[in-house]
C-alpha cells in the first residue's frame, strides 16, 4: 500500500545569508523570489528573501549520504563525496564505477535503474536521469522554496538588508582595504517536505524493461532500513540546522516556532504550508473531509507547537489520528514509527 509522509514547519531564523544568488560589484546578494500577498480587497506583489529548494535538497542529500554510510547502507562513490551527479550519462558509470560503455552494458532501462538504486541510497531516494539511454527516476523526497510566512508579510516581518564589511590592515593603502557588503535576511519561514516512502526500493513505472509482476528492487529489511536513514535525514536537517551558505560568518538565529507532520494512505496527502497559524486546522480539517470522499484514506498528524497554533476540533465520523507532541524532533521521530508501521 502506498504510504507517504509530509511535514511542513514554521521557523523563524534571523541575520541569515543561507542562499546567496550572485555578486554584483563589491555587494553579494541574497535570494529573492516574487510572492503575491493579500493586500485589503485585493493583491499585490513582493519580493522577499527566500532559500531556494535546490539549496535544501543538496543538505538533505549530504546529510542522507553520511547516515548510510555509518549505518553500512550503499552509496555511490560521487554521493558520498556530496557530487551529485547521479549517473546522469555514460561518462559518470565510467569514472565513478568503471564502467566503460555503460550505454551497452545494460539491456534495459530497468537494468540501468536496478544497478543505480541498488549502489546508490541517495540516487534511490533522490532520484536521477540517465540520458544516453533515457533512464528516469523520479525523486522520491520533495522540498520547496522556504519563503516567508504569509502572515509574516502581511506584518512587514521579512526583510533583506545589505551589511558593510571591511577587510582592514593596519598601515595599509586605502586602495588595499576591501569595502564589500552582504545582504542578510530575517523572515518567519515555512518549510515544507515530502516523501513517497513506500516508492524506495521499488522500480519506477516509467522505464522499459521491468520484470513482470515485479515491483520491487530490494527486499522488505533493506527498504525499511533506507527509509528510516531518509527520515533520520530529515531530523537531522531541521534538527542540527548546520546546512546553507556563508554560515562560517553569518551562523542564523533560528527557532522551530511549530511543525506539523502526516503519515497518510493509500493516496498522497501533504500538510498544509504554515503560513498562519491556522495551518494545524486546515491540516486536519482536509484529511477528514478526504476521508469521507475516499474509500480507505486513513492518516496521522502529528504536531509540535511552540506559538499558540489554533487547534481543530474533532469532527464527527472522522478516522484521523490527532497527537500533539512536546518538541519537533518528537514529531518527526513519531512519524517516523508510524511510517514504518505503515510499509509492508
Known amino acids: 500500500m502506498p504510504v507517504f509522509l509530509s511535514v511542513s514547519a514554521r521557523v523563524l531564523v534571523n541575520l541569515e545569508a543561507l542562499n546567496m544568488a550572485e555578486s554584483v560589484g563589491n555587494v553579494v546578494r541574497h535570494r529573492r523570489a516574487p510572492v503575491v500577498i493579500r493586500r485589503g480587497d485585493g493583491f499585490t506583489l513582493r519580493y522577499v528573501p527566500v532559500i531556494s529548494g535546490e539549496s535544501l535538497a543538496h543538505h538533505y542529500q549530504v546529510l542522507l549520504a553520511e547516515i548510510a554510510r555509518q549505518r553500512g547502507i550503499k552509496v555511490c562513490k560521487a554521493c558520498s563525496q556530496g557530487v551529485f551527479l547521479k549517473h546522469a550519462n555514460s561518462d559518470v558509470f565510467k569514472k565513478y564505477d568503471g564502467i566503460k560503455d555503460a550505454k551497452n552494458a545494460f539491456k534495459s532501462a530497468a537494468e540501468v535503474e536496478r544497478y543505480v538504486v541498488e549502489n546508490c541510497i541517495v540516487e534511490d531516494v533522490g532520484g536521477f536521469l540517465y540520458t544516453d539511454k533515457t533512464v528516469k527516476r523520479t525523486s522520491r523526497f520533495r522540498v520547496g522554496y522556504m519563503i516567508p510566512a504569509l502572515d509574516a508579510l502581511e506584518a512587514g516581518a521579512a526583510a533583506t538588508e545589505a551589511q558593510f564589511h571591511v577587510r582592514y590592515s593596519p598601515g595599509a593603502q586605502k586602495e588595499e582595504q576591501a569595502i564589500y ?12 517536505y515530502a516523501l513517497d516512502a513506500s516508492a524506495i526500493g521499488a522500480y519506477s513505472s516509467e522505464n522499459e524493461g521491468v520484470p513482470e509482476n515485479t515491483k520491487y528492487i530490494l527486499n522488505a529489511e533493506e527498504r525499511k532500513r533506507r527509509i528510516e ?3 533520520d535525514a530529515l531530523a537531522a536537517l531541521l534538527g542540527g540546522m548546520t546546512w546553507g551558505a556563508k554560515t562560517t560568518r553569518f551562523q542564523p538565529h533560528w527557532k522551530i516556532l511549530s511543525l506539523v507532520a502526516t503519515v497518510a494512505s493509500p493516496v498522497a496527502f501533504n500538510a498544509s504550508p504554515g503560513h498562519d497559524k491556522r495551518y494545524l486546522v486546515e491540516t486536519f480539517d482536509r484529511a477528514c473531509n478526504l476521508s469521507k ?5 486513513n492518516a496521522s498528524i502529528i504536531y509540535y507547537d511552540g506559538e499558540g497554533l489554533d487547534k481543530p476540533t474533532v469532527q464527527e465520523g472522522c478516522n484521523i489520528d490527532l497527537v500533539e507532541e512536546k518538541s519537533y524532533l518528537g514529531v518527526i521521530s513519531t512519524a517516523k514509527q508510524k511510517l514504518l508501521e505503515r510499509i509492508h
Open 181 to 192: 557588503y552582504v545582504e542578510i535576511g530575517s523572515a518567519v519561514y515555512v518549510f515544507n
Open 293 to 297: 470522499i475516499i474509500n480507505g484514506f
Open 229 to 231: 536513514a531518509a527520515v
